[in-house]
């Protein structure tokens, strides 16, 4: 069982550089998640999507866009990169939004931006 | 908007000892979830608690959700080397899952 995958795991990036962070699940799951995670700040939610084809923004959008891409796949895009952005990103997933349901989520990706 | 506050942030207890954690929110919940994070791994859902007021238990975990449904806590007794990580709790609110501010618990042997 894959569950919640994430690609990649460890990335380094240059101040400006952009990139995209894959997340998949094979749960079926209508909603997904995106965290960032900083020593002492816990998890901040940036983007979520409550089902397919629908983008919400979290407590930290800014810097960040995300797609939709199927019921699977959620993306998160940074345009331009800034060291502020260095952190853990987690994606989730869960059968619906909101309580109730218990969120899954991915191995995480380590990023570093210089 | 809404917050969802930890304490103590930090815990480093002995093997054997008891250990708690207490999660307060700034508005009502409408159910509260507990999560755990080993070191370098990714959170894993424990428990829901819905009801005013309600105990759950787990071998050794304690869950309570307080009666004003604003906060939360977990109890682990008789601590050991396995229960070392970050406990978080997670209310569901505007932003859907708002985590806490997460409790790490070290475990002396």
């Known amino acids: 069982n ?3 995958t994430q ?3 460890f990335q380094v990036l240059k101040t400006g550089q952009s990139m995209t ?11 997904m998640y995106w965290y960032r995670q900083d020593p002492g700040m816990g ?22 866009n995300v797609s939709r891409l199927n019921k ?4 998160l895009r940074l345009e331009s990169a800034a060291p502020s952005q260095t952190s853990v990103y987690f994606c989730a997933s869960s059968e619906h939004t909101g309580g109730g349901t218990e969120a899954f989520f991915g191995q995480g990706t380590r990023l570093t931006v210089v | 908007g809404q917050q969802v506050m930890q304490i103590p942030q930090y815990q480093h207890v002995q093997e054997g000892e008891d250990f708690t954690t207490y999660c ?12 755990k994070q080993r070191p370098g791994g990714h959170p894993v859902f424990l428990i829901q ?5 309600e105990v759950k238990k787990q071998k050794r975990l304690t869950f309570q959700f307080g009666e004003a449904k ?15 990580g970050t406990y978080f709790c997670a209310g569901s609110g505007t932003y859907k899952y708002i985590f806490g501010t997460g409790t790490r618990l070290k475990v002396l042997a």
């Open chain 1, 2 to 4: 894959a569950g919640v």
């Open chain 2, 24 to 35: 307060n929110s700034s508005t009502t919940l409408s159910n509260i979830q507990w999560y």
């Open chain 2, 49 to 53: 608690l819905v009801k005013s007021g």
């Open chain 1, 21 to 31: 962070l894959q997340c998949a699940q094979d749960m079926n799951h209508n909603s």
């Open chain 2, 70 to 84: 604003k906060n939360s806590s977990l109890h682990i007794t008789a601590t050991q080397t396995t229960d070392v």
């Open chain 1, 43 to 64: 998890l901040r939610l940036i983007y979520y999507s409550a089902s397919e084809g629908t983008t919400d923004k979290g407590e930290v959008p800014n810097g960040y």
């Open chain 1, 72 to 75: 699977r796949e959620f993306s």
């Open chain 1, 7 to 9: 690609t990649p795991k």
